[in-house]
């Protein structure tokens, strides 16, 4: 006696397939919950950059939420991590930590193989499920961007600068328009996407290189007599240091202006504020590493005071000792000149 042979009609071949595409449907939708979810199709070790920059952008804003809320209190909590380089107070306060677990936590929370460095340490225990999911579902890229295609990269090659507080001094003095909440992603070494956050303005500015900008970024036009008498924008702790230099360097006729935090600083080029940021001596990356993806998208230039590009893919090696300048337009002729005026 033969064996026996089971034949499906259609109607039973119509219905395996519908449960075949239901599973596809749960499985891409993080359990049904109605979210495209990027980890299905991409696999274990790929992540998704625009999924990357719209968590990066929430986090970056709640992160501001935090610092904004601190600030408004009497208390801040404010503590010192020893001095700086020039000698000047290097503290830290209650905004910086709580914004730093919103920001970081909330990235390993969404992507937990990812390497996220950030400015603060938290020596405490925080159970990640008790760390609620960032939600990006209102957080559209539709800023000036020519470039739509997403990019999917390997997790391995991914590593994320935070600075959950930038201009802590300044915040400490109430200067608020100085401090920013930044996040950068670097793919290889290089910031790929930078964002900057202004909590004080809830202004959110970000860049993927090789894609766009949010729609409240311009680059002024270029300037004959910016090279001439140039508008410089520098550090309010060592601004004597830095004044001689740029005067070496540009001229009595050079304008030096003293601010705070290097997201600010950065920003004020594409405001018009000033045609060149400098920096004179070490710096860390988490400071930098958003304002170099924003110049790089948009023209402009960030290297080392000796014309190098500035590496962000040693997440264990935070410092640029070689200081920095940047510009979006000239940046050669600065780096020139400053170079002739450190040796003189």
């Known amino acids: 006696m033969g064996a026996a042979q ?9 219905v395996l397939g ?28 790929t992540v998704s950059i625009e999924k990357l920059i719209k968590t990066a952008i929430h986090l970056a804003e709640k992160g501001g939420d935090v610092v904004r809320k601190i600030r408004k209190g009497e208390d801040l909590g404010e503590e010192s991590k020893g001095q700086t380089l020039e000698g000047a107070n290097n503290p830290v306060t209650q905004g910086d ?7 970081y936590y909330g990235f390993k929370k969404e992507f937990p193989r990812l390497n996220v460095v950030s400015e603060e340490h938290d020596h405490g225990d925080v159970d990640l499920k008790d760390v609620k999911s960032p939600d990006i579902s209102e957080i559209k890229l539709d800023g000036k961007l020519h470039n739509k295609e997403d990019e999917v990269v390997s997790a391995g090659s991914l590593l994320i600068w935070i600075d959950p507080l930038d201009a802590t001094q300044e915040y400490t003095e109430n200067l608020v328009q100085y401090v920013t909440t930044m996040i950068c992603i670097v793919v290889n070494g290089k910031p790929v996407a930078g964002i900057i956050h202004k909590p004080f303005l809830q202004e959110t500015y970000w860049a993927w290189v090789g894609h766009g900008s949010s729609g409240n970024i311009d680059v002024p036009p270029e300037k004959d007599s910016a090279l001439k008498m140039p508008k410089v924008i ?5 601004a004597g240091e830095v ?5 070496s360097a540009f001229g009595p006729q050079s304008m030096v202006i003293p601010a705070g935090g290097a997201g600010y600083k950065v920003l004020s080029l594409f405001e018009d504020k000033a045609n ?6 070490l710096i860390k990356k988490w400071d930098i590493c958003s304002g170099d993806a924003l110049l790089r998208t948009l023209g402009g230039k960030m290297t080392t005071l000796d014309n190098e590009e500035i590496e962000y893919g040693d997440g264990s090696k935070p410092a640029n000792e070689k200081g920095l300048v940047a510009a979006l337009h000239n940046h ?3 780096q ?8 003189s």
């Open 6 to 14: 089971i034949k499906l009609s259609p109607i039973g071949i119509v």
């Open 336 to 343: 020139e000149k400053l170079a002739h005026g450190l040796k």
């Open 234 to 238: 520098v550090s309010r702790s060592h």
């Open 243 to 247: 004044n001689a230099t740029v005067r």
């Open 97 to 103: 930590m709580l914004s730093h677990r919103a920001m």
């Open 332 to 334: 050669a002729e600065y």
């Open 18 to 45: 519908l449960v075949f595409v239901a599973i596809i449907y749960y499985l891409s939708t993080d359990g049904g919950s109605g979210e495209f979810s990027q980890r299905y199709f991409e696999g274990e070790d």
């Open 276 to 281: 060149c940021y400098v920096h004179v001596t």
